[in-house]
């Protein structure tokens, strides 16, 4: 390389290096932002209320009105926390607790668990106090990006992030994302791949307009939507099958992978009903209501699998790519599905004319 070359060459690595450097410094929030988005009065808010409820007393109409007030609980349904909170916290309701745990279903495993955060109050407050939001939140963006188009992450501000005491569970909801204080801390490490998912659904530039409840196609547009979102989230905390975690949350693992491995059989359950065999409008709503009730995890393994075929059979490139309409991820998934072979299921040429048609309606 003769010595004008080379410093051409510097040169344009140095150019490189400073546009990109200002590109992460536009990009990155800053610490007023990040403090500005994190909200904690929740899990305040709460104490208040446990320990009124923990002395067999109603909380008061203001104790009530500052828990919901907060940007975390005002998305949640009220009356549901509400009678899980009493359940779990007053003496005089011990029994009807009792009989509720021993249902074994997932609001038993709710009410277990909010009895079990009484005696972590300083776990939880320390895990808040020395919460390093400008770290955590950083690693969400950089890991939601992922799977996100170039500069998706810019285009919209920070969601908030508020904490609360409900379910070990965390989602969101518009512009905020709700998340267990104790549940993050149970997660561990897997906690910033868990808010990136959130992170990931905030940040997504779908062009799906939903179809009111009332519309004959609410629960087809509604499935097709869940297991693109849910699918491709997924990749980003889940990564690959099987899924494992700790034993405490075996039974969500075997159920999660039982329902990856039937995916080929869910698909083509959905190629049934798209195809309409039903006899009436009547039955073809029924029978798309139905095949939505059936969707394990409203969705997620199916599209966790489907998501995994078009990474493994095309590209990440391919898999963004159907970012803006959901629809595309079912053409893009039978693409890759093609590619696969007998393995795979694919999708009928009946049905991806439905999906077709749905896709005019509700994106293009
Ligand atoms: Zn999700």
Not at 122 to 148: H, T, W
Not at 186 to 194: A, M, V
Not at 341 to 361: E, I, N, P, R
Request: hydrophobic fraction near 40%; glycine fraction near 4%.
């Amino acid at each position: 390389m003769t010595g004008r070359k080379m410093h051409y060459v510097l040169l344009l690595w140095a150019l490189l290096l400073t546009s990109s450097a200002t590109a992460y410094a536009r990009v990155r929030p800053t610490a007023n932002q990040i403090h500005r988005a994190i909200d904690m009065n929740g899990v305040r808010a709460f104490w208040s209320v446990m320990e009124t409820l923990q002395e067999n007393r109603e909380p008061s109409e203001e104790q009530w009105r500052t828990l919901f007030e907060t940007p975390g609980y005002a998305k949640l349904q009220q009356s549901d926390v509400q009678s899980n909170f009493r359940l779990a916290y007053m003496p005089s309701k011990a029994g009807e607790l009792q009989i509720e745990i021993k249902r074994g279903d997932y609001r038993s495993r709710v009410l277990v668990y909010l009895r079990r955060v009484q005696n972590e109050r300083d776990r939880i407050e320390s895990f808040l106090n020395s919460f390093d939001a400008q770290y955590v939140i950083g690693a969400a963006l950089q890991k939601c990006a992922v799977y996100l188009p170039k500069g998706a992450t810019e285009r919209r501000s920070l969601p908030m992030l508020a904490f609360v005491i409900f379910e070990p569970d965390g989602h969101v909801d518009d512009d905020v994302v709700i998340f267990d204080a104790l549940y993050a801390i149970d997660r561990g490490n897997e906690f910033t791949d868990l808010l990136a998912h959130e992170f990931h659904h905030y940040y997504e530039p779908s062009k799906l307009r939903n179809p009111e409840r009332s519309s004959e196609d609410y629960y087809m547009v509604h499935a097709v939507q869940q297991m693109q979102m849910e699918g491709i989230a997924d990749l980003i905390d889940k990564r690959a099958y099987p899924i494992k975690a700790d034993a405490s949350r075996q039974w969500y693992i075997e159920q999660y992978n039982a329902a990856y491995l039937d995916s080929p059989k869910t698909l083509h359950r959905m190629d049934e009903v798209l195809c309409n065999q039903a006899s009436s409008p009547m039955d073809i709503e029924k029978n798309e209501e139905k095949f939505w009730e059936s969707l394990k995890f409203a969705g997620h393994p199916t599209g966790f699998y489907m998501a995994n075929i078009i990474l493994k059979y095309l590209s990440r490139r391919a898999l963004i790519g159907t970012e803006m309409d959901p629809f595309e991820f079912f053409r893009v998934y039978n693409q890759a599905a093609r590619k696969c072979g007998a393995q795979c299921y694919v999708f009928s040429d009946a049905s991806m004319a439905a999906l077709q048609a749905l896709d005019l309606k509700y994106v293009k």
